[in-house]
Every structure is written in C-alpha cells, then in structure tokens.
Antibody, heavy 121, light 113 residues
Framework: QVQLVDSGGGVVQPGRSLRLSCAASGFTFSGSAIHWVRQAPGKGLEWVALISYDGTNKFYADSVKGRFAVSRDNSKYMLYLQMDSLTPDDTAVYYC??????????????WGQGTLVTVSS | DIVMTQSPDSLAVSLGERATLNCKSSQSVLYSSNNKNYLGWYQQKPGQPPKLLISWASTRESGVPDRFSGSGSGTEFTLTISSLQAEDVAVYYCQQYYTIPITFGQGTRLEIQ
C-alpha cells in the first residue's frame, strides 16, 4: 500500500537550517511528482514546493523561494526539503503529498503524517 | 495566484441535516481542453493529515460515503453533506490544482449544532 513517512522536524533557532525527509513506498516513486505542504499551528494549508518525477523541475511558494530547496533520490525512494534561514513564520507541520496520477496538476490522494518544525529562540 | 475563498468560516448543523460548504476561486479552474474543473475537497480531523474526499469538483473518492457530494464549475463550487453524521465534524478545505502555485481555501469548520 502507498505510504509516505515524514521525518526530520524539531526545534530550531531562527536563522538556522533543517532538512526534512519523506520516505515513500508502495508505488512507483520515480514516476510521480511530489509536493510539500505546510500547516502553521491552528491555521490552514499552504503549498510549499513541488518537484518533478525526475527532479529536474522544481517550484516554490514565494514565501520560501531562495531559502528552501526540494530534492529527491529515486533510488532510495526519498524526498527531501532543505530549509535554510528559518524564521518563526516557518513554524508548521510539514507534509509531503502525492498527486493522484503523479502529475503536477492532480489532487493529493496520499499524505505523510506530517513532521512539526518549530522555529524559536 | 488563484485565491480560494470558502464560506462560511464555520458552520453548525444538526445531526441528520444537510451541510452546504462553498468555495469560490478568483479565476476559473475549468480547463477547456478536457472540460475538467481542477478543484478538490479535503476533510481534516485534529492531528491527522487532510483526506481527499472529492476530486475534479464532483468525483467522490473510493471509500468516501455517498452522503458527500461536490458540484459547481468555473469559479463556484459546493461540497454538500446530505445527512450530517457525528464523524463528519472536521475542517474542510477546497484546493485548486489548475496552476502553480497550488492554493487552498482558508477552511470551513463544521460542527454539530
């Protein structure tokens, strides 16, 4: 069965970096784009980033552009989100999410369980 | 960016009654070449990731009870729960996946009256 497992969250000081991971299984990972979505405590959902199936194309929300970098290792079925220059506004639960047929323009049929990032001094 | 606006922000409905949740997009999410609306509805319960209920504005996902239905086209969409059950208490989000950046509505919190 399809599974996405997010990890790597924690408490980090403003200005520091953190790398999140998403371990995928149960589907052809190398055939699917993957998105990152975040949710600040008590708030709504915010799309963060998208990476194409082969890692050649990447897209970012304006709020993280230039600070966050998405990457993937298809041989390991792993997705990563490198987050630099973190600010308290980046505090959120971060989810990886799979588009239904692997395309950029699909709803998300599977989500990770989320990993909490807290940016605080 | 396409702005998604949901109404109301919160809604209280009696058990067994109908719940109607609305979503408007700032521009059309109907792709003319395939006549599909790039609009999804998600249900999120506390401590859980969102769950896809409805895709392409009106396609109920496998395993979703048939009391959930989606309608609308272009810029105006509705999620209807025909007979509210206790387990439907949640926050509901609409999402457009027509263009990047993908955007979500702010959510409608559904409660039991």
């Amino acid at each position: 069965q399809v599974q996405l497992v997010d990890s790597g969250g924690g408490v980090v000081q403003p200005g520091r970096s953190l790398r999140l991971s998403c371990a995928a299984s149960g589907f052809t990972f190398s055939g699917s784009a993957i998105h990152w979505v975040r949710q600040a405590p008590g708030k709504g959902l915010e799309w963060v980033a998208l990476i194409s199936y082969d890692g050649t194309n990447k897209f970012y929300a304006d709020s993280v552009k230039g600070r966050f970098a998405v990457s993937r290792d298809n041989s390991k079925y792993m997705l990563y989100l490198q987050m630099d220059s973190l600010t308290p506004d980046d505090t959120a639960v971060y989810y990886c999410a799979r588009p239904q047929s692997g395309s950029y323009y699909d709803p998300y049929d599977y989500w990770g369980q989320g990993t909490l990032v807290t940016v605080s001094s | 960016d396409i702005v998604m606006t949901q109404s109301p922000d919160s809604l209280a409905v009696s058990l067994g009654e109908r719940a109607t949740l609305n979503c408007k997009s700032s521009q059309s999410v109907l792709y003319s070449s395939n006549n599909k609306n790039y609009l999804g509805w998600y249900q999120q319960k506390p401590g859980q990731p969102p769950k896809l209920l409805i895709s392409w504005a009106s396609t109920r996902e496998s395993g979703v009870p048939d009391r959930f239905s989606g309608s609308g086209s272009g810029t105006e969409f509705t999620l209807t729960i025909s007979s509210l059950q206790a387990e439907d208490v949640a926050v509901y989000y609409c999402q457009q996946y027509y263009t990047i950046p993908i955007t979500f509505g702010q959510g409608t919190r559904l409660e039991i009256q």
